[in-house]
């Protein structure tokens, strides 16, 4: 080992410039509330909830306790065959929160790891239902559903694909819905359902017989927030219907409170087949993942398989980790006593105000938002991602925290958040892409 022991070097970092960052880092050492603070102990807000996954605020007590007081209880069991109580308290908790007859959970310990486990449910129900031929899935194209081979396969963001030759066989790609006509539609577009047609022609193509699923996030949200149009996700579910297809919302982002309801699926009325979720199920703090399964997908497996045999040959080391629960049932406690996904509701038109204030900004191209979710475009510079990774160091060295994809900016601030915090990030961003756009020569319209 040639460096020092308080060296960057050896870490290789994940979705980073590792070179770059590694000369010139962005280095966080503590997080309260809605604050970070930064190695030379300076604040910088929290604009986009960790990573969509702390909406609770960061340093929550009542998790850290919670996570504390289990280590010293029970720090582990093998989750193959043996169980405890809280992976089944949480699984009805969260049974609870979910629309329809999804009433049915399994675990896992990230969102890539949700997405591959439901592709794996949906292969075995069909197969339970003697349509083993079903194998094909259905995802969109800017769809982002993990870094993992299934997901990796289902994903639709073209830098994230391209590096790594072929993926999973039998998935094809229906259009994503962003359109000339919405820039700067706020919320669903009146128009655009018909998109979901795309599904149908799939049928038509492949064969209804050969499709398992179809993967959609409600709102696309890693590719820079893309909200379906009025009806496109009803469409979705009557085509997926009509042909035995199962419908899977990936709500890796949208779940727990985003939308301003609890999932997508409440907030536009489908309740989907599957739903995948993780980020906000424990506020971020230990890594978790989860499958929402309706009644029939479950019994459906669980009934074909032996009377005292494995029935799904599937699962991880920690699925359902006894430290992850406790830590998602003191967030679902926080979010259910503090009312946090109505507060979100309840911020959401303050917030998306602000957002759609900077459509003055030259630079902007596009803004679409819903819930406390929002994505801005920004025009490119020289190379695609050029300006976006600039706005990022300079919102960060500026005192935010934002998420940039390419040159999409995407804000999305916790749930615990006050309109004084909206402003401040509001306040940054402006006066962050304002810069940008006097540098290159572009004017505010008066
Ligand atoms: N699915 C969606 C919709 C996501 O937004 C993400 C991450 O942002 C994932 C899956 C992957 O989650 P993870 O990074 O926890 O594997």
Redesign the pocket.
Known sequence: MKSAANSLEHHWMPFSANKHFKSEPRLVTEAKGVYFKNNRGEAVIDGVSG??CTPCGHGRREIAEAVHRQLLTLDYVPPFQFGHDLSFTLARRVAELMPGDLDYVFFAN??????DSAMKIALQYHRAKGQPQRTRFVSRERA????NFG?LSLAGMVRNRETFGSTLPGVSHIRHTWREETRFVRGEADTGAQLADDLQRHVDLYGADTIAACFV?PIA??TGVLVPPKGYLERLREICDRHGILLVF????CGFGRTGKTFGADAFGVVPDLL?M??AITNGVV?M?AVGVREPVYRAVVESGPAKGIEFFHGYTYSGHPVACAAGLATLDILRDEKLVEKAAALSSYFLDQVYALRDIPIVTDIRGYGLLAGVDLAQADKPGARGYEILQDLFNGGMLARVTVDTLILAPAFVAEKQHIDEMLDKTRRVLSRHAQRAGLKLAS
């Open positions: 990573l969509f990230s969102g890539s790891e949700a997405v982002y559903h993990g870094v997901g996030e949200g890693s990936d709500e890796v982002i995948t993780a980020k890594p993942g």
